[in-house]
């Protein structure tokens, strides 16, 4: 039996692991699926306050009396559970990224975005905390594997991200911890992440390190969605 602590990306909650818990608990695991402070039901306790670390605490309780935690962040979720790897290593028995990468030390999600859609999100957010939920619509590429009925689900459940958690980032550590970290590809297939690692690619280039394996998941952004039995089986 592992311990799973499973960690949703932007606009989502912990119904997002529904399907992968299921999955994982049918298997005989412990899982604790974490809906992040200002999202989903915990959408009331949004404030102009809530911000990375918030969230990095929202995890670190759901870990509360377990051990050798296998710490699963999907997206976004990459700051908080990269912070909390960082910082309690002793903690984790493997970090798994589901189509995402830690952020390089100070680099925040909306600084990782292009310029376009970074003037988009702050001139959607104008004086508010919270960046409202994209119009999701079935389509390729990132939205690959979804159906109308997936989108609909999301649709209806997404709720808006707090700003710091889109616009605050985290200082790394000089030596990261060598906890075994998986990343779990779907939408980049993983030769062309290892030509990026090899070109010296800052982002990319920290991923080269011997903790670091790398599994394929072909299909869009949201393989809990489009993929969860597969993604379940690969953790």
């Known amino acids: 039996m592992a311990n799973y602590v499973l960690v949703p990306g932007f606009w989502l909650g912990a119904w997002a692991w529904d399907e992968v818990a299921r999955e994982l608990r049918a298997a005989g695991h412990r899982v604790r699926a974490v809906t992040l402070t200002g999202l989903a039901e915990k959408a009331g306790e949004l404030s102009p306050e809530v911000g990375v670390e918030t969230h990095v605490a929202d995890i670190l309780a759901a870990m509360d009396g377990l051990e050798d935690v296998v710490l699963v962040g999907h997206s976004g979720a990459s700051v908080p559970v990269t912070a909390v790897a960082d910082r309690n290593p002793e903690r984790l028995s493997r970090v798994v990224y589901v189509d995402t990468a830690p952020l390089p030390s100070g680099v925040a999600v909306i ?4 310029e376009d859609t970074r003037q ?3 001139a959607q957010v104008g004086d508010g905390y919270a960046l409202d939920a994209p ?37 790394r550590p000089g030596r990261i911890p060598p906890t075994p970290k998986t990343m779990v590809a779907s939408t980049m297939p993983v030769a062309v992440i290892r030509q990026l690692i090899a070109s010296g690619n800052p982002a990319f280039a920290p991923l080269g390190t011997p903790e670091w394996t790398f599994v394929e998941l072909p299909t869009g952004h949201w393989p809990m969605f489009s993929r969860p039995a597969d993604l379940a089986a690969l953790l």
């Open 135 to 171: 119009s999701f619509e079935p389509g390729e590429g990132r939205f690959a594997g979804l159906t109308e009925e997936d989108w609909a689900r999301i649709r209806a459940k997404a709720t808006p991200q707090p700003w710091g958690a889109v616009t605050q980032s985290v200082q």
């Open 120 to 122: 988009a999100w702050r």
């Open 111 to 114: 600084d990782f975005n292009d």
